[in-house]
C-alpha cells in the first residue's frame, strides 16, 4: 500500500512538475501574502520560438477578430505559429490595488508547447511591463496548486425565466457615458476583486464583448455584468453572467428574472457565475471555474467575496 501510494505521488508529481517550479502557492507551502519573485528567471521551458505578438498576427490562428483593446500578446512560431497567448492589462485587489495582467486566452497546437508559451510569455511581460502578478483561470484543477477561489458555472435556459411588471426605466444599460456610476462602486471592492481600467472596460463594451446593467428603484440597488464569450452549444448562444454588485438588501430576484428573460431570443442559454452578490441558482449542467494567481500568495478566499470582470 505504501509502494502504491508514493508511485501515484510521483506519477501527479512528474505529469505536472512544470506547475510544481512555478511562483504559485502549492498544496504543501503555507498561506503568505506578497509577490514570490521580484525578477523574471529564464528557465529551461522557456523557448526562442515564443515571442512578443499583436493581436493582428495572431488573428488567422485564433480565428477571432481583432479589436481595439490593448492587449500584451506572445506566438510560439516553428515557423508558422502553433501557439499564442492574450495578456490584458487589469487592476487587482489584494488586499491593496495593484496592476496586473489576465491571460485571457492561452491557445497552442500540445501541451508542450503550452508550457514553453506561457513560461517565455510570463519571463517578457514581466520584463518588458515591469509588472510581476498575473492572473488566469481553468476549467478543471491544476495538480498541486492551490487556486485563490474556486466556484460553480450554473447552466440554465433563458427561457425558464418570468418576465414581472418591472417599469423599464428601472434598468439603465451601461455605456460610455455612465461609467462614472461604475467608478462610484469599485471605491469599495470585494475583498478579492479584478477588473479593468474604465478605459479598457469602455473598449470591451464597443467590441460587444461586456455589457452592464444598472438597476434602480428609488437608488441603485444593483450592478450586473454579463460577458459574451462568442460560444455556441449546439447553435445556441451562451451568455456568461460574471458578477454582481449589491448595495442594498432589497429583494432583486424579480428584477433579475426580468432582465434574463429579455435575452431569451439572443442568448438561449446563461451561464451563471456563483461568485460576488449574484443569487445562487441551480441549472441543468453545472461546471467549475479555478481562478489562479501567479507570482503573488494569497489565502483560499470564498467565491461570494471575489469579483472577476
Not at 505559429?81 to 490584458?88: P, T, Y
Request: with cysteine.
Amino acid at each position: 500500500m505504501y509502494i502504491l501510494v508514493v508511485i501515484i505521488i510521483l506519477f501527479l508529481y512528474l505529469r505536472s512538475r512544470f506547475w510544481c517550479k512555478q511562483p504559485m502557492r502549492h498544496l504543501w507551502g503555507l498561506p503568505s501574502t506578497g509577490v514570490f519573485q521580484t525578477t523574471p528567471l529564464w528557465n529551461t521551458y522557456c523557448s526562442i520560438h515564443v515571442q512578443p505578438s499583436t493581436v493582428e498576427e495572431i488573428a488567422p490562428y485564433t480565428g477571432m477578430k481583432p479589436t481595439s483593446e490593448y492587449a500584451y500578446c506572445s506566438a510560439y512560431k516553428n515557423p508558422e505559429i502553433k501557439g499564442c497567448i492574450v495578456s490584458r492589462k487589469v487592476k487587482f485587489y489584494y488586499p491593496t490595488i495593484m496592476d496586473a495582467y489576465y491571460h485571457e486566452m492561452i491557445k497552442a497546437d500540445t501541451e508542450s508547447i503550452r508550457q514553453s508559451l506561457f513560461q517565455t510569455h510570463e519571463y517578457f511581460r514581466r520584463k518588458n511591463t515591469k509588472c510581476a502578478i498575473s492572473l488566469f483561470s481553468s476549467p478543471t484543477r491544476i495538480a498541486w496548486l492551490v487556486p485563490v477561489t474556486r466556484y460553480p458555472l450554473e447552466w440554465i435556459r433563458s427561457y425558464w425565466f418570468q418576465k414581472y411588471p418591472i417599469p423599464k426605466a428601472s434598468f439603465v444599460k451601461g455605456t460610455k457615458d455612465n461609467l462614472s456610476v461604475l467608478y462610484d462602486a469599485w471605491k469599495k471592492p470585494f475583498l478579492c476583486q479584478m477588473n479593468p481600467s474604465l478605459i479598457t472596460l469602455a473598449d470591451r463594451m464597443d467590441a460587444k464583448k461586456i455589457s452592464l446593467f444598472y438597476y434602480y428603484q428609488e437608488s441603485l440597488v444593483a450592478i450586473f455584468f454579463f460577458h459574451n464569450t462568442m460560444e455556441l452549444d449546439k447553435d445556441d448562444a451562451i451568455l456568461d453572467w460574471v458578477g454582481t454588485i449589491r448595495f442594498t438588501k432589497d429583494p432583486i430576484e424579480k428584477a433579475i428574472s426580468t432582465l434574463l428573460y429579455s435575452f431569451r431570443k439572443v442568448y438561449p442559454i446563461l451561464r451563471i457565475h456563483q461568485v460576488s452578490d449574484t443569487p445562487r441558482y441551480h441549472g441543468y449542467k453545472q461546471t467549475y471555474v479555478n481562478h489562479y494567481i501567479y507570482n503573488y500568495g494569497t489565502k483560499r478566499i470564498s467565491p461570494k467575496d471575489c469579483f472577476f470582470l
